[in-house]
Antibody
Framework: EVQLVQSGAEVKKPGDSLKISCKTS????????IAWVRHMPGRGLEWMGI????????RYSPSLQGQVTISADKSISTAYLQWGSLQASDTAMYYC??????????????????WGQGTLVTVSS | QSVLTQPPSVSAAPGQKVTISCSGS????????ISWYQHVPGIAPKLLIY???KRPSGIPDRFSGSKSGTSATLDITGLQSGDESDYYC???????????FGGGTKLTVL
């Protein structure tokens, strides 16, 4: 079965570090980009960035560059999202998602077809 | 402020049709395929439409997508109470070199 299974909920204090995971199975992990998307309370979905596990090429949302790090371990088909110093404003639900990417006509096509169940991160003093 | 603009909310009675719009620019919708996602907060988002107008296996044909210029549309016909959710459009933005979501539209079935 193709699935993305995320690590459990976290409760942290401001200034703490954190690394959450997204373990994949049922497909070739190295050959598909994985994205992280956050959903803050009362807000919309926000794309944070992506990584290509095959060569660890990563891209970040311009608004989040430098605030988080996305990584991947091909040996265990797992992607990660980490913070060096959490802030209360990082409180959100975080989702990983598999990106499908291919050529369609003269354009490249992208979409997110599989999603993890979400990891709730609460940052509070 | 989202790069893609959606109405904050739409509503209609059961059995009726609703249309959710998504407005962008030449660097995103105008030059790319669109996808649509259904999201109930706390639950994983679900892909509804990809490549602007295709439905994944298991998505009923009550859901359809289209695009004209720099705007896209999600139509939902035969509304059911179970369709109450937040809906998001999304696409790649060449200028930002990033994926962008619309701000989301909350659908209420009256």
């Amino acid at each position: 079965e193709v699935q993305l299974v995320q690590s459990g909920a976290e409760v942290k204090k401001p200034g703490d570090s954190l690394k959450i995971s997204c373990k994949t199975s049922g497909y070739s992990f190295s050959n598909h980009w994985i994205a992280w998307v956050r959903h803050m309370p009362g807000r919309g979905l926000e794309w944070m960035g992506i990584i290509y596990p095959g060569d660890s090429d990563s891209r970040y949302s311009p608004s989040l560059q430098g605030q988080v790090t996305i990584s991947a371990d091909k040996s265990i088909s797992t992607a990660y999202l980490q913070w060096g110093s959490l802030q209360a404003s990082d409180t959100a639900m975080y989702y990983c998602a598999r990106q499908r990417s291919y050529r369609l006509g003269s354009l490249h096509a992208y979409h997110y077809d599989l999603w993890g169940q979400g990891t709730l991160v609460t940052v509070s003093s | 402020q989202s790069v893609l603009t959606q109405p904050p909310s739409v509503s209609a009675a059961p059995g009726q049709k609703v249309t959710i719009s998504c407005s962008g620019s030449s660097s995103n919708i105008g030059d790319n395929y669109i996808s649509w996602y259904q999201h109930v907060p706390g639950i994983a988002p679900k892909l509804l439409i990809y490549d602007t107008n295709k439905r994944p296996s298991g998505i009923p044909d009550r859901f359809s997508g289209s695009k004209s210029g720099t705007s896209a549309t999600l139509d939902i016909t035969g509304l059911q109470s179970g369709d109450e959710s937040d809906y998001y459009c999304g696409t790649w933005d060449h200028r930002l070199s990033a994926w962008v979501f619309g701000g989301g539209t909350k659908l209420t079935v009256l």
